[in-house]
């Protein structure tokens, strides 16, 4: 809404100027051809080296960037513009290949998550662990609730997919979650009186370390310390001990699921845990990290359609602002040349006899007396009357002035 509402105002700004500007020209004046801007010297010119091994269009646009200076910075932020937004959709397609390594395998370490059909205490839900191990495929399990919640902090607070997550202990096994910190790594406990915040949900909010949050969930709002800001990047999730939670909320935590790290990461070793855990009737479903990140990377897959788009887009802009550079300046310019010798500004190396033969043709042609099909005859007859060479002369749009 915003970037159409800006784009709406700044055409209709720019409409309104340039209609203005020109509303105030007298009608005499406004039907008269613009006078060309003099020309002059440029620094390339004195190296006559560089500028005899530029041909025609180089040289052309090289005089045309240094004549229409408001034109020359048009270009430049076109083509910076243009160059912008490739780099954008390339940035924006390979920056999330490395938060899903980062996510999936530095900080969820665990590989699937065990759903009963009733939550309960550690007592109640031993079975799971006894059904994990049963199987002979885990390596280590963990018992876990999490819960949505609403984050609160002064008259902020967070959007969807905020969950309380607390684990069956303080003490969480470093193969897996790792708590720590983004720019250093730095490890994060879980204490009794305080939580864990993830860094986007912190700088969304404003939250740092130390300050007091509020999170209204189901069994109640309370208002808690945060004691470190951790790395995340899926979701948004409070960490908390549950010694915490029971001090919060005043009752102990009810797991609902339970996160178990397999030997091995073989998809025979993924069926045969799945096959054996389920057959237990209390257990209604097994996820698997590695079909979370798959799904997660197809979804970014659809982005590639997108990354297309903008960097078609900026390529074709980057081509219309090279090309009215190049093409509609450069015929311009190679009127003025033509026309208006005396606005030249390196006059001594015009060919005279080159706009001699043109301006004549010129005239025929504004008194309906020229044919298009007998230019070229007529400029190869005249060659030799006024001096200039015919292949020389502007005949394919070359000017002589420019050699």
């Known amino acids: 809404v915003l970037g159409t509402l800006a784009a709406v105002v700044c055409t209709t700004a720019v409409s309104v100027i340039v209609c203005a500007k020109s509303l105030h020209v007298k009608p005499a004046q406004a039907m008269r051809p613009k006078a060309p801007k003099p020309g002059k010297r440029i620094l390339l010119e004195r190296i006559a080296p560089l500028w005899k091994h530029m041909n025609f269009t180089a040289k052309l646009t090289a005089r045309n960037l240094f004549r229409y200076k408001v034109r020359m910075c048009m270009t430049v932020i076109g083509v910076a513009g243009c160059t912008a937004l490739i780099v954008a959709a390339f940035g924006l397609l390979d920056s999330f290949q490395p938060l899903t390594h980062a996510q999936f395998n530095e900080i969820f370490k665990y590989d699937a998550v065990v759903l009963p059909k009733k939550g309960g205490t550690a007592q109640e839900l031993g079975y799971l662990k006894e059904s994990a191990d049963k199987t002979g495929k885990v390596k280590n399990a963990l018992l876990a609730l999490q819960e949505e919640t609403t984050v609160r902090f002064g008259s902020k607070e967070s959007a969807e997919y905020t969950y309380i997550s607390v684990p069956e202990t303080a003490d969480v096994p470093e193969d897996m979650l790792s708590l720590h910190t983004r720019a250093d790594k730095t490890p994060l406990s879980l204490s009794d009186d305080g939580v864990l915040l993830n860094e986007k949900l912190a700088s969304d909010l404003g939250i740092r370390e130390g300050d007091s949050i509020w999170l209204d969930a189901k069994n109640g709002s309370v208002s808690v310390r945060v004691d470190g800001i951790y790395e995340q990047y899926i979701y948004s999730y409070v960490y ?8 919060l909320f005043g009752k102990a935590p009810v797991f609902n699921l339970l996160q ?4 091995d990461k073989e998809e025979e070793t993924a069926d045969a845990f799945s096959a054996a855990v389920l057959a237990d009737e209390r257990i209604v479903a097994v996820s698997f990290m590695d079909q979370n990140v798959e799904d997660f990377r197809n979804m970014l897959n659809s982005l590639n359609m997108v990354v297309v788009v903008m960097v078609v887009c900026a390529a074709a802009l980057a081509f219309v602002v090279l090309y009215n550079l190049t093409s509609r300046t450069g015929a311009r310019c190679f009127a003025d040349e033509l026309y208006h010798p005396h606005r030249r500004g390196g006059q001594r190396d015009v060919r005279q006899g080159h706009l001699f033969a043109e301006l004549p043709l010129r005239r025929r042609h504004d008194n309906g007396l020229f044919a298009a099909g007998q ?12 001096g200039g060479k015919p292949e020389k002369r502007g005949i394919n749009g070359r000017c002589a002035a420019y050699k």
């Open 240 to 247: 908390m001990s549950p010694q915490c939670y029971e001090t």
């Open 260 to 263: 178990v790290a397999l030997t």
């Open 375 to 386: 230019r070229r005859d007529e400029l190869q007859d005249q060659g030799g009357q006024y």
